[in-house]
C-alpha cells in the first residue's frame, strides 16, 4: 500500500535556502485510507503546479460543477437566495450566497464562510454543502462570500471583498435574520487563512465583534519557509511549489520579504490578542502543519482562546477528498462539535 504521493510542484526548484539546522527527516506516513485516495487521484496531483497552469487549474475547479439553488434548499430546509452588496470603495459589489434555514423566524447564529482554492481559483459554492450538513442540526444561516482571485486581482482585493461583505452582512444582520453578535468566520486552505485575516481586521478595525473563527487547514504564512513545507515537497496534493505559485499571485515580488500585510498573510501579524476564539487544524503530512500549530500556539502566548487538531496521516484537504475514511469522519465531528459549543454559549 503506498504511503506517498506525488504532489503539485514537485519538478520546480525551491525558491528559499532550506531552514537552519538539520536537514527535516522523512514525511510522516500517510493514513492508509488516505494514501489509496491519493493514488486514485494521483494524475491529478502529479503535475506541477506552476503560473502558466492557473487557467488549467480553473478548468478543472470549474468542471466539477457547483451545487445548484435545489441542491442548496436540501429538499426544502433551506431558503436560497444570492445578493450582490457593496464592495470595498472604488471596487465592484460583492457577491453573497445566503442560505437560511426555511420557516424559522427567530434571529440564528451565522457562518460566514470564505471558500479555498489558494486564492487563484473556486466560488461562493465551494464548500458549502458541508456546512449545510451542520446548519440544519445546529440552525445557523450560512452566508458564502464571493471574492476576487489573484493574479488578476491581487492583495488587498480578495480579503477587501470579504471583509465588505462582512461588514454588510453584520450591519444587515436583523434583515438576514442573524443575530450580530454570533457570526463566526469560516474557511478552509485559504477560506482558513482569510478568515483569519478578518479576525485581525474585525479587530483593528472597530469592526463586526465577531462570535468565533473556523479554520480548517488554515493557508497563513506567505514565507513558505517551515519544516512541514520542506519535508511535504513534491507530495500530498499541496507542496510548496504549489504554495509559491499561490502566494506569488495574491503578492507579487513582495511575497516572502519584510513587507507582507498581516492581512494577506496572518502569520505576520505581530500581535494575536484579543482575537474570538478559534479552531484550527492541519494533516501531520500537509504543508500547512506548523505554521497552523504555530498559529495556536501564539494565540495562547497572547492569552487567547483555540482549539487545535493535528490529525495523524492527514493530507492537505482529506476530509473532502476521502469523506468516509475514519480521519476524516473524525476531523468532520471535531468542525462541527466546536462549532456546536461556540454557539450554545
Not at 496531483?45 to 434548499?73: C, H, K, Q
Not at 423566524?105 to 458541508?130: C, D, S
Not at 454588510?168 to 486552505?189: F, Y
Request: aromatic letters at 6%; hydrophobic letters at 45%.
Amino acid at each position: 500500500m503506498p504511503t506517498t504521493a506525488q504532489g503539485h510542484g514537485s519538478a520546480a526548484p525551491p525558491p528559499w535556502p532550506a531552514p537552519p539546522g538539520p536537514p527535516p527527516g522523512p514525511p510522516p506516513p500517510f493514513d492508509p485510507e488516505l494514501a489509496d485516495a491519493l493514488e486514485a487521484a494521483g494524475e491529478l496531483l502529479r503535475s506541477p503546479l506552476t503560473p502558466d497552469l492557473i487557467p488549467v487549474l480553473r478548468e478543472l475547479t470549474a468542471a466539477m460543477p457547483a451545487p445548484s439553488d435545489e441542491d442548496l434548499r436540501c429538499g426544502g430546509a433551506f431558503d436560497v437566495t444570492e445578493r450582490l452588496v457593496p464592495g470595498p470603495t472604488g471596487a465592484p459589489e460583492v457577491s453573497l450566497l445566503i442560505c437560511r434555514p426555511a420557516g424559522v423566524t427567530t434571529a440564528l447564529p451565522a457562518v460566514y464562510h470564505m471558500h479555498g482554492g489558494g486564492m487563484i481559483t473556486g466560488g461562493n459554492r465551494m464548500g458549502v454543502l458541508r456546512l449545510l450538513d451542520w446548519a440544519r442540526e445546529l440552525q445557523f444561516v450560512v452566508v458564502s462570500v464571493a471574492y476576487r482571485l489573484a493574479p488578476e486581482c491581487p492583495f488587498p482585493a480578495p480579503v477587501e471583498d470579504c471583509y465588505a461583505g462582512l461588514v454588510w452582512a453584520a450591519g444587515h444582520a436583523a434583515e438576514l435574520g442573524v443575530a450580530p453578535d454570533r457570526i463566526v468566520v469560516a474557511g478552509h486552505s485559504a477560506g482558513g487563512g482569510l478568515a483569519a485575516a478578518l479576525a485581525l481586521m474585525a479587530r483593528d478595525r472597530g469592526g463586526p465583534r465577531l462570535a468565533g473563527q473556523l479554520l480548517m487547514s488554515p493557508m497563513l504564512d506567505d514565507r513558505n519557509d517551515t519544516v512541514s513545507s520542506w519535508q511535504l515537497a513534491g507530495i500530498g496534493g499541496w507542496d510548496r511549489s504549489a504554495n509559491e505559485t499561490a502566494w506569488a499571485a495574491l503578492l507579487g515580488d513582495v511575497r516572502g520579504g519584510p513587507e507582507v500585510s498581516p492581512y494577506a498573510a496572518p502569520a505576520r501579524a505581530a500581535d494575536l490578542s484579543g482575537l474570538p476564539p478559534a479552531f484550527i487544524d492541519a494533516g501531520s503530512a500537509e504543508t500547512f502543519r506548523d505554521e497552523d500549530v504555530t498559529y495556536a500556539s501564539r494565540i495562547w502566548q497572547a492569552g487567547g482562546i483555540a482549539e487545535l487538531h493535528v490529525w495523524p496521516g492527514g493530507c492537505h484537504g482529506f476530509e473532502m477528498m476521502a469523506r468516509e475514511a475514519a480521519i476524516s469522519r473524525a476531523a468532520t465531528a471535531a468542525q462541527r462539535n466546536w462549532l456546536r459549543r461556540l454557539l450554545a454559549g
